[in-house]
């Protein structure tokens, strides 16, 4: 790469494989970023998971959001909740302590809150990889992305492997 001009770059750039979506299956996953949200509309709270394919560079990179309990769910969607974030912390060996964050972070009431909350907070699930069954979903603007089996309340999309 020491001896290749910048022009050399931009003409072979055509080269480069699109990025795709991914198709249905198991996939082995790197956490790119993870970050507390807020979903303004619904008053949902949860993480939002940052996704890289650690063996297809050319598949896009996609987000999913794993909801956390709210005080006023239901105990059918509470233990729906909990399950899939025990689910999800078995596939990526996640070990980060969430319960000095959560009493604030239940208290905040917007996404920009959220954000300003966030601060590296949830940094250690970061570069964890694990396997999950992806599928085909639309984002909220009708666009199609990949997304984890089942998301955002069913089990099934994470997987262990030993």
Sequence with gaps: ???VSILDLISGSSD???EVLAPKGDYQLRIKGAYFSHNDESGNKGIMLSYQFTEYPNYSEFIDFLNLPMPEDTETNRNKKLRRIDEFKRAFSA???LDPNLGEFYKLGSKEEAKAFNEGKLSA?????GWATVEMGKD???VDQNKIKGSPFNTG???VRR
């Excluded at 699930?125 to 990889?129: A, I």
């Design 157 to 159: 999309g994470y997987l």
């Design 125 to 129: 699930l970061e570069g964890l990889t």
């Design 95 to 97: 070990q980060p302590s």
């Design 16 to 18: 480069v494989p699109p």
């Design 1 to 3: 790469m020491a001896d």
């Design 140 to 142: 909220k603007n009708n």
